[in-house]
């Protein structure tokens, strides 16, 4: 390290820990949470790109090419762009609302952030309740897309916005139900005992004891962020664009940026609650302990941030792959699906996994605290 940066960090070292201990305290979470949100939106931003990528690869198209190298320069135009265009609010338009229904959308899709662990270290807020706060925060994200509708004073944008929370409601309750298995195995509401508890190697994860809930937690998930096939919300060749279809500029891409934040929120969280996190897949294998004390690869073996990185890119790939794959659902059949199949499913097993850890049978024996 050269010299100057060297007495830069010896200065900062010695300010942080001149100051009172409630400013240490403030000052660390600060700059946590900056670092959880710049890391967010640069996701969020290359989600974009990779999506083309992804999707122009499937349809044998080249996909972005001409910013930058690679097309990697992409996102920011598309940011550039959508901030010099001119934001119009409709006349006959509730004004108010109309302008903080983005937020209302975005907010709880950065806030959850909060309580997800990136590794075993690395939490802003370690809350006993961290399971509690993730369904309070995922449920207020629809009051944007309802407040937005509603607001524009259009009937396409109302209609979207009314197939949203119809939609919205019907998959929440289904992955609550699914969390609620996630509950029982793991015996706590807080998300980083709760990858604890998968810790111990691949056969540890709840993957393949709460498979049918995995599936309907992950297919909710996916209709909860209004991602092909579930988005009617924006059903564009049926209601023009949902509703935002009369939003521009900053305030459309806002929830564009929502939209995108929440993917990989669901993404995370299905890691989290299914994958083991953090945890590495190959940890408590003895004949791979000395690769774990090398420093540069050891998160192989150990666990690790890499690893959360990687299962949540897995399922930002599935996203994109859905998308490019599935014909858009009809609005009566997504409403039975999570109706009459997913909620049903996951109330018997739910109650065949607690008849299961009560008796302390197969994969469910050590569940039941």
């Known amino acids: 390290m050269p010299e100057f940066l060297a007495n830069l960090w010896s200065w900062s070292l010695d300010a942080f820990h001149s100051l009172p201990p409630l400013l240490q305290y403030v000052t660390v979470v600060t700059w946590k949470i900056l670092f959880v949100t ?22 044998a198209r080249v996909g972005p090419n001409r ?38 959308t975005l907010t709880p899709a950065l806030a959850t952030w909060a309580v997800i662990p990136l590794n075993k270290w690395y939490v802003i807020a370690d809350i ?19 407040l937005a509708g509603w607001a524009t004073n259009s009937k396409y944008a109302f209609l979207g916005a009314m197939r949203s929370a119809a939609q919205i409601v019907a998959y929440e309750i289904a992955m609550g139900f699914a969390l609620v298995g996630i509950l029982m195995a793991a015996g706590s509401l807080n998300l980083g005992e709760i ?33 092909a096939p579930f988005d009617v919300a924006e059903g564009e060749s049926e209601i023009v664009a949902g509703f935002h279809v009369e939003y521009s500029g900053v305030a459309f891409s806002l929830f564009f940026l929502a939209e995108y934040a929440n993917m ?7 890691a989290i609650f299914f994958l083991g996190g953090w945890a590495s897949p190959f940890e408590g294998l003895a004949f791979l302990a000395p690769i774990g004390e090398m420093p540069a690869i050891g998160w192989l073996v150990t666990g690790g941030f890499p690893w959360l990185f990687i299962k949540m890119a897995f399922f930002m790939y599935t996203f994109f792959w859905l998308r490019a794959t599935f014909p858009r659902y009809r609005y009566d059949q997504i409403m039975r699906l999570g ?28 569940m039941a605290g």
């Open 128 to 146: 006993n309740a961290g399971l509690l706060y993730v369904l309070a925060l995922t449920s207020v994200g629809v009051y944007g897309v309802i």
């Open 38 to 59: 710049i890391g967010v939106i640069l996701v969020v931003a290359y989600s974009t790109y990779f999506e083309r990528k992804v999707i122009g690869s499937m349809q």
């Open 264 to 270: 990989v929120l669901i993404s995370s969280l299905t």
């Open 195 to 227: 990858v604890a508890a998968q810790s111990g190697g691949i056969h540890k994860w709840v993957l393949f004891p709460l498979l049918p809930l995995f599936l309907v937690y992950w297919i909710s998930g996916v209709a909860e962020t209004n991602r």
């Open 339 to 366: 109706w009459k199949v997913f909620i049903p499913v996951t109330i018997i097993w739910i109650g065949l996994e607690g008849a299961l850890a009560w008796f302390r049978v197969g994969p469910w024996a050590g």
């Open 67 to 104: 910013v930058g190298p690679l097309g990697l320069g992409q996102p920011f135009a598309d940011v550039i762009k959508l901030l010099i265009k001119e934001v119009i609010v409709p006349s006959k338009s509730n004004r108010f609302l109309f302008v903080i229904a983005p937020l209302l």
